[in-house]
């Protein structure tokens, strides 16, 4: 038979021609690159700044367009969060009122993380201060010109009382501090509730709460608006702490408890000892603020005194980074943040549920502006 008069087409033996037979990509199709995430060594103060002030900014952004949403002009926004805040003297004497305690309990929470004990009893811990304080002024203990005194150190000497068990749980058997601190929140409050529907009960109007304090028993006014002595005593607190946490050699000694506690125990530094004291202090704080609030804004023992503190003072020092200045700038914002809700709520009739909302959303959004302080973010192409 005669061969056929036509072949097949061969593959191609040269790759280098194959590859110039693909028709090039067309230039939209480039990729356009992928987002890199990569773990920040060092974040300088003025970035730290810059991006928490970012955060800051957007969500009181936030808050703005949910209240304009909501009916509120902005004009109106404007005169209620910067002029009234700024210009009125009984708003601002408001904001030092709710940011006195507020930087106590931020401080508080500051000492106890700095040595990484979570202590989420603050709550309970005012309470066991305030009670304390209590048992002085309805019982007479001392005279009277050094009552004041003795309420101080007695409400010191309850909040390191109330955290004291925890604390020797953690370090003699490793208890989760997490669990024990918050459960003791509720003992402290069902036991609040025994004495103010029971044995300290108000005589003259039957109300569950204690009698009032003696004019000895009170922190005295400053003079100005409605200011005790309470924000003086603030004052001295927060510069002690700053200096304790920064300056000592306690201070050192913390930050070698929060960054590797092991390493310290290896080194032959007394970690256990630096932990049992700042424990010890911080509940010892928390105590004086519910002193600072019975003695100073409501002058007896109430029931919900301490209501939302433990919650803010975990945040004040969460913002903060455990620092005693910053505590102070936050518990002022915070402050703010409070005085401005509630006069939303009184001139705007928003809901309560709506002023807690907005408050979230702008701390929801400072705290997400850590993950920039911590991370850095770049394009790759």
Do not use: K
Request: aromatic share 8%.
């Amino acid at each position: 038979m005669d061969a056929p008069s036509e072949t097949a087409p061969q593959p191609a033996r040269d790759g280098a021609a194959a590859a110039r037979a693909i028709p090039p990509a067309h230039p939209s199709r480039r990729r356009l690159g992928r987002l890199s995430v990569g773990v920040r060594q060092h974040a300088s103060a003025r970035l730290q700044g810059a991006v928490l002030a970012g955060g800051l900014l957007t969500g009181l952004a936030c808050a703005a367009a949910i209240l304009v949403a909501a009916g509120i002009g902005p004009a109106d926004l404007v005169q209620e969060f910067v002029v009234a805040i700024v210009t009125s003297p009984e708003s601002a004497a408001a904001v030092l009122v709710q940011g006195a305690p507020l930087a106590i309990v931020g401080l508080a929470a500051a000492l106890a993380f700095r040595v990484r004990f979570w202590n989420i009893g603050i709550e309970g811990q005012m309470i066991a201060g305030a009670i304390a304080a209590t048992v002085v002024a309805l019982h007479d203990i001392g005279p009277p010109a050094l009552r004041l005194p003795l309420m101080l150190a007695a409400a010191a000497l309850g909040g390191s009382a109330w955290i004291l068990g925890p604390v020797l749980l953690r370090l003699r058997i490793g208890l989760n501090e997490i669990i024990s601190t918050l459960l003791l929140n509720y003992v402290a409050f069902n036991a609040l509730l025994h004495l103010l529907y029971g044995p300290w009960r108000d005589p003259e109007n039957n109300f569950p709460n204690s009698q009032l304090y003696e004019p000895s028993e009170q922190l005295a006014e400053l003079g100005w608006q409605n200011l005790t002595w309470a924000l003086p005593l603030a004052g001295v607190l927060l510069l002690g702490g700053w200096w304790l946490l920064s300056i000592s050699r306690f201070g050192f000694l913390t930050r070698i408890a929060e960054a590797n506690p092991r390493m310290g125990e290896a080194q032959g530094l007394p970690m256990t000892r630096v932990i049992l004291a700042a424990t010890l202090a911080s509940g010892a704080l928390a105590g004086i603020a519910g002193f600072m609030i019975c003695a100073g804004a409501e002058h007896r023992l109430t029931q919900s005194f301490a209501s939302g503190y433990g919650f803010s003072g975990i945040l004040i020092a969460f913002l903060a980074r455990n620092s005693a200045p910053g505590v102070l700038a936050v518990a002022l914002f915070v402050g703010t943040l409070f005085v401005a809700g509630q006069s939303l709520q009184v001139f705007y009739q928003i809901p309560a549920s709506a002023v807690q909302l907005l408050q979230a959303v702008i701390v929801l959004c400072v705290a997400a502006s850590d993950f920039f302080i911590r991370h850095r973010l770049r394009w790759l192409r």
